[in-house]
């Protein structure tokens, strides 16, 4: 069983700072990729960032220059430093990891945490 934990979230003004950490816990193949979705109602989930084992990372434009993904694989916890927050940075965002083993893919989410920038 996989469990995936989010902290972090909360309200700042727009020009903050907010870090998310999404702790894994359960059985995780070591060599995975995790990332970051976030999902506005009424929209779709939408990929944010993601990084790979070896720490190689994909960015949404819309997020380039202003958020950073990291892991720490000995923790297995994944953190995202979001700066220079917007309003339309507005939604709840979620954890995710996956990857595959023996022609089987695995794929789990976090319960989302709700990050909301306004003055």
């Known amino acids: 069983q996989v469990q995936l934990v989010e902290s972090g979230g909360g309200l700042v003004q727009p020009g903050g700072s907010l870090r998310l950490s999404c702790a894994a816990l359960?059985?995780?193949?070591?060599?995975?990729?995790m990332g970051w979705y976030r999902q506005i109602p009424g929209k779709e989930r939408e990929l944010v960032t993601t990084?790979?084992?070896?720490?190689?990372?994909t960015y949404a434009d819309s997020v380039k220059g202003r958020f950073t993904i990291s892991r720490d694989n000995a923790k297995s916890t994944l953190y995202l430093q979001m700066n220079s927050l917007k309003p339309e940075d507005t939604a709840v965002y979620y954890c995710?990891?996956?990857?595959?083993?023996?022609?089987?893919?695995?794929?789990?989410w976090g319960q989302g945490t709700q990050v909301t920038v306004s003055s």
């Open positions: 995710n990891v996956k990857w595959r083993l023996n022609g089987n893919a695995y794929d789990y």
């Open positions: 359960g059985s995780i193949f070591s060599i995975n990729t």
């Open positions: 990084i790979g084992f070896g720490g190689r990372t």
